[in-house]
Nanobody, 127 residues
Framework: QVRVIESGGGLVQAGGSLRLSCAAS????????WGWFRQAPGKEREFVAA????????AYADPVKGRFTIFRDSARSTVFLQMNSLTPEDTAVYYC????????????????????WGQGTQVTVSS
């Protein structure tokens, strides 16, 4: 069972930046898609970004396009989420998760297609 640990969250002013990290251990990393999701208080968990197992494809939710970038370092079994131009609407707990199927073709934005979730890291953006 792969273990996933997110880090890098914190409190930042609107317009600022944060880089989240998702470190995986105990299981395969490179052959799976990886995704970032977030959940704000009182809201359902929503898709943020995902990257394919070969890093050839990425997907982003509309609210973060042009501001967030997902990338991975397979040598370190780590997925990153660079977040720029943050707004208070980005405040949430951010989760990282691994896709369910190895060498899957399509990137999914559905959280049910991911497993091996981390505990999350809190991102708070003040206005």
């Amino acid at each position: 069972q792969v273990r996933v640990i997110e880090s890098g969250g914190g409190l930042v002013q609107a317009g600022g930046s944060l880089r989240l990290s998702c470190a995986a251990s105990g299981g395969p990393f490179s052959s799976f898609h990886w995704g970032w999701f977030r959940q704000a208080p009182g809201k359902e968990r929503e898709f943020v970004a995902a990257i394919s197992w070969g890093s050839s494809s990425t997907a982003y939710a509309d609210p973060v396009k042009g501001r967030f970038t997902i990338f991975r370092d397979s040598a370190r079994s780590t997925v990153f989420l660079q977040m720029n131009s943050l707004t208070p609407e980005d405040t949430a707990v951010y989760y990282c998760a691994r896709g369910q199927r190895r060498y899957n073709v399509a990137i999914s934005t559905n959280p049910e297609q991911y497993n091996s979730w981390g505990q999350g890291t809190q991102v708070t953006v003040s206005s």
